[in-house]
């Protein structure tokens, strides 16, 4: 009944996590959810403030699909400041979120049968997008090279099909920042093979560990002509709600993904716009540094916590807000399905025991992975990373426990 499509994709599992935390928590039992994928925080003021003039004003109608040119403009300057290399209102898309963003990319450039590399654990929309678009989404495992992919093991998977390679830096979900030589690796071996990059950095602005967000573009200039950036304020304004994403690419890029926009959402919402405008140009800079801070600190609380983890390696959490774990060292059995399998009921058992809601890796493409946020109020990383420490050093007992008690 369904068209074929639908069959090419599932509701992602974070939305799943989310789900069966809330479940949980219905159910009567105080559930600390860290799946989410957002930052629990006030709106920014100057967010705030942008709307309201806006709505005062009236504003309404239709914008430029591809947004504002007031917005594109400062967009445009961001983007020149963050690369170094002048982008004019012409390479700028506004969309709704950077989700639309990235699916207009794929639509826009990948042709059925291409093939595009995604390293692995990666965020479960851009392998979804990918099929969507006809493509085929081949996964390099960047678990041997702490979560990093290296152009080596992308080349590797690179054949005559390949059409693009998808960089997202600071991760979703392990947290890696690429440094610069794995950076220009990748630029050169896109040079080589004349391939696309889909560059995702909403996280960019959350890094730690003394270490520096690197655009590709600012790296390597050449890359301008077969870079899509990938960005949002969905993550630097803690803003998920309302929906404004961009991306900055070549000319015709842009121009392609003005017409298939124009026949799906037209231009995102013209409040948001105005507000997203209104903060570019008022902004000090000090909502952002806020919200850093307090992650930063929160980072911390919870990082502590972790590291009393004997069985597993504490995360190294350098950037975005997640904690990502590797379960593999605890289930004891070198066979995939069933460590697979160990590591979900782990998951669960973490929600059904000790009330802590986590996304498995399962929905990263990495089925021993669980991902903790860090984005929401910092006693709840605190006492959920506990539960989860003594979760995990009491692995066999609750096991034995739960077995004798069945
Ligand atoms: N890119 C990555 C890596 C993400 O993790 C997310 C959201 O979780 C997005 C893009 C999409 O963000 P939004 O559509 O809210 O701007």
Redesign the pocket.
């Known amino acids: 009944m369904l068209a074929d499509r639908t069959r090419l994709i599932a509701a992602s599992g974070t939305a799943k996590a989310r789900a069966a935390a809330k479940a949980a928590g219905i159910c009567g039992q105080a559930t600390i959810d860290l799946t989410a994928?957002e930052i629990w925080s006030d709106l920014s003021p100057t967010i705030r403030e942008g709307a309201l003039d806006a709505v005062r004003s009236g504003l309404n109608r239709y914008s430029d699909t591809i947004g504002s040119l007031d917005l594109r403009l400062e967009l445009a300057r961001k983007v020149s400041h963050d690369t170094g290399q002048t982008y004019g209102c012409d390479e700028i898309a506004v969309t709704t979120?950077?989700?639309?963003a990235?699916f207009n990319a794929a639509m826009v450039l990948l042709n059925p049968g291409d093939e595009v590399i995604i390293p692995a654990p990666y965020?479960s929309?851009f392998p979804a997008q990918a099929l969507l678009a006809g493509a085929r989404p081949v996964h390099v495992d960047t678990k041997p090279t702490g979560f990093v992919a290296r152009a080596r093991e992308i080349e590797a998977a690179v054949t005559d099909t390949t059409r693009a390679i998808v960089v997202?830096t600071p991760n979703?979900p392990t947290g890696t920042v690429y440094d610069t030589a794995t950076l220009s690796a990748i630029a050169d071996l896109a040079l080589r093979r004349d391939l696309w990059i889909i560059f995702?950095e909403?996280?960019a602005t959350f890094v730690h560990n003394g270490l520096t967000h690197h655009s590709i573009v600012a790296l390597v200039p050449e890359m301008r002509s077969r870079t899509v950036i990938?960005n949002?304020?969905?993550?630097s304004l803690a803003l998920?709600g309302w929906?404004i994403?961009y991306l900055a690419a070549p000319k015709a890029v842009v121009a392609a993904v003005a017409a298939l926009q124009s026949h799906t959402t037209s231009n995102p919402n013209v409040i948001a716009q105005q507000a997203v405008l209104h903060h570019l140009i008022h902004d000090d800079g000090s909502f952002e540094t806020q919200l850093q801070e307090r992650l930063k600190a929160t980072r911390e609380i919870g990082l502590e916590e972790l590291a009393r983890l004997t069985r597993i390696a504490p995360p190294r959490a350098d950037g975005g807000f997640y904690f990502y774990l590797d379960l593999a060292p605890l289930l004891g059995t070198t066979n995939g399905t069933i460590s697979s399998q160990m590591a979900r009921a782990t998951v669960d058992g973490l929600l059904a025991r000790a009330g802590v809601a986590a996304v498995t890796g399962h929905a990263f493409g990495d089925p021993t992975g669980l991902r903790l946020s860090y984005g929401v109020d910092a006693h709840l990383v605190k006492e959920g990373c506990a539960r989860l420490v003594t979760q995990i050093e009491r692995f066999e007992e609750i096991l034995i426990s739960e077995a004798i008690n069945s």
């Open positions: 994928g979120g950077a989700k639309q990235l965020w929309t997202n979703n995702d909403c996280y990938v949002g304020f969905s993550k998920t929906r994403g």
